[in-house]
């Protein structure tokens, strides 16, 4: 259990990048503003470039106060925490984000340039056992937002008849509708998921989820990198999550051992994983730990 010292420190320094991301905010709000009051200036040749500037510094606003947002409602929620029942488990930034959204779980995962899963960071265990189910099956929402680059929405026979197997088995997790799109900033980065157990999502969430997926891409992803020795990702998202070092290992040995190519290993690894009612991080550490074969 924490001390309260620890506890008003997390919540301290939720509170400061709410109060660092406003002011970002405020900054970019009077930028477009000068822009916005210059386009009504009889210099008619600048007009389209002031007013693509004030929709630009509209969107950085935009993008700082939806931070801000997610900030300030996580750091309420560790607050109650700390104060209240920590018999319960601690609130990870991925729940302020479902809270956020109206849904009732999210999942944030980061693939490599060559398509590999880097992390995965989800508010709970649905939003979790969804993830391992793609990673799993090989089909689902981060796999569709991330190879289409636009938005995803499926909801109650629509999970099946989009994703074959991944809909009826996201189905017995009392998941009925899925909203994803991709996180990107100069290059695709991964998928922002968000889950209910209603039948359909609202008219709002789909934009709400990119603005959001924006958000997380352009701020905390980007200021969450090289203030460590080992440059390694560190901060509110990572902290929460989990990384999937030990899969890209395991498919290498595999790969190896087997005789196979990349590909061939991991559908290999995928296979035995659910031939075994496991998901693919455990096999994959049997693997590289325990010397585990496939073949």
Known sequence: MRSPSDAHQEFAREWRKFDAEQQRAARAAAVAMKYEAATSSQQQSMQAFRQRMAELYR??????????????????????????????????????????????????????????????????????????????????????????????????????????????????????????????????LGSLCAFTSRGGVHTGAGPATEEVADALANTVLLASYGATDDNAPHGTLFDDADYFGAVHQAVGMVAVHCGCDIDTALAMLRARAFADSLDVAEISRRVVEDGYQLC
């Open 59 to 188: 969107s950085i606003e935009s993008r700082h106060l939806a931070c801000a947002r997610l900030h300030r409602l996580h750091a309420l929620r560790l607050r109650r925490w700390h104060f209240g029942d920590q018999t319960t488990l601690r609130p990870v930034f991925m729940a302020a984000v479902a809270q956020h959204l109206g849904m009732d779980g999210a999942a944030v995962t980061l693939f490599g340039q060559t398509g590999e899963e880097l992390l995965v960071a989800a508010s709970d265990v649905t939003a979790r056992a969804a993830h391992d189910l793609e990673q799993l099956i090989g089909e689902g929402p981060a796999h569709d937002a991330l190879d289409g680059r636009e938005l995803v929405t499926a909801g109650s026979a629509g999970l099946a008849a989009r994703w074959p197997q991944y809909g009826p088995a996201l189905s017995e997790l009392g998941v009925r509708s899925v909203v994803a799109v991709p996180l990107r900033t100069s290059r695709l």
